[in-house]
């Protein structure tokens, strides 16, 4: 709690003292335009369609990793159980 009561005031003041820096823009004009440039139609269109791929890809990707992991897990629980089975329950325990 003690943290807290020194971030947040330390967080508000900082916030406080950027934002008119943020509101300050002396761009002219003031066109709404961004790095990239004039969005119309297509620009928009694409970069929906760029999302829309994204997305299902990133699930594909993340899935495949992940039975691939879980495939070296269980080849590493199998050869583990081997491993005890070969060597004897005996000479597991230590003393």
Avoid: C
């Avoid at 890809?57 to 491993?83: D, G, N, P, V, Y």
């Amino acid at each position: 709690m003690k943290r807290l009561s020194l971030i947040l005031p330390a967080a508000v003041t900082t916030s406080l003292l950027l934002a008119p820096a943020a509101l300050a823009d002396t761009q002219e004009p003031l066109s709404g335009e961004g790095l990239y440039g004039a969005a119309n139609d297509k620009v928009v269109t694409t970069a929906g369609f760029i999302v829309i791929a994204f997305f299902p890809l990133f699930i594909l990707t993340m899935s495949l990793i992940q039975w691939r992991l879980e495939k070296r897990k269980e080849a590493r629980k199998t050869a583990a159980k081997r491993l005890k089975a070969a060597a004897g329950d005996h000479w597991q325990s230590g003393w």
